[in-house]
């Protein structure tokens, strides 16, 4: 089972809209995000290493999600599920609706991306990883399976470090993990035939309740332009009493 969320475009400029209550998404390009891209990419990979039987691609979301689902159907998934809401969701409703879909399913591997690059929050595969008491190998930058335990190299601070653990489990992708594929016109056309079920939070019994309120979003501020000075000594004088860095 692999997540995929729909998010503003990577290369799209955000812009706050004027009332500060959350970002433009009007006619703002959308797209799968990044890391799901790589998830996907993942489970394509290991299907045709006949690792994996069947991959079901998953979004939470508006209808509009489906254009996601139909990205990862054209990239070699197989069937997709829509959990459709409107709501705003945050990590732990996620990761409650995938633990029942994952319950429903059965499926022996879970990879999520590391992180959703609309709210960075890095949460969700741990999340599932915990509801479901599943062993985690977050930040991912290579997995291999073999005889039904994984082994998964993660980018931590001090380099890498290699884990094995037991399926069933839950995988979040890093940027290095491959390099998806673009999804070729043939297969987008035959994605079109393939099956997306569509579900709700209620009927997988689960309550989407609001517990943050986004108080304010405001652009950062911008930077004021540079100045070029002469000497040492000037760059240290400002440097000590006008941006007052430095003793
Ligand atoms: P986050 O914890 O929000 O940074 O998201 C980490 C990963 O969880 C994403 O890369 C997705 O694989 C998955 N995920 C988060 N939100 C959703 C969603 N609404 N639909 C599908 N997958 C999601």
Redesign the pocket.
Known sequence: MV???RVIDYAVKIRVKPDGTGVETNNVKMSM?P??EI?VEEAVRLKEKNVVKEIIA????PTASQEQLRTALAMGADRAIHVKTDED?V?LH?AKLFKELVLKEKPDLVI?????ID???????QMLAALLGWPQGVFASEVVIADGSMTVTREIDAGMETIKMKLPAVI?ADLRLNEPRYATLPNIMKAKKKKIDTTTPKDLGVEIKQHLKIVKMADPPSRKAGIKVATVDELVDKLRNEAKVIA
């Not at 999520?112 to 959703?116: E, P, R, V, Y």
């Not at 709210?119 to 969700?124: L, M, P, V, Y």
């Open positions: 997540g995929v969320k995000n890391f799901d998830a998953v979004t939470v979301g969701t990590p996620v999520l991306g590391k992180q959703a709210d960075d929050a890095n949460q969700t595969g979040t």
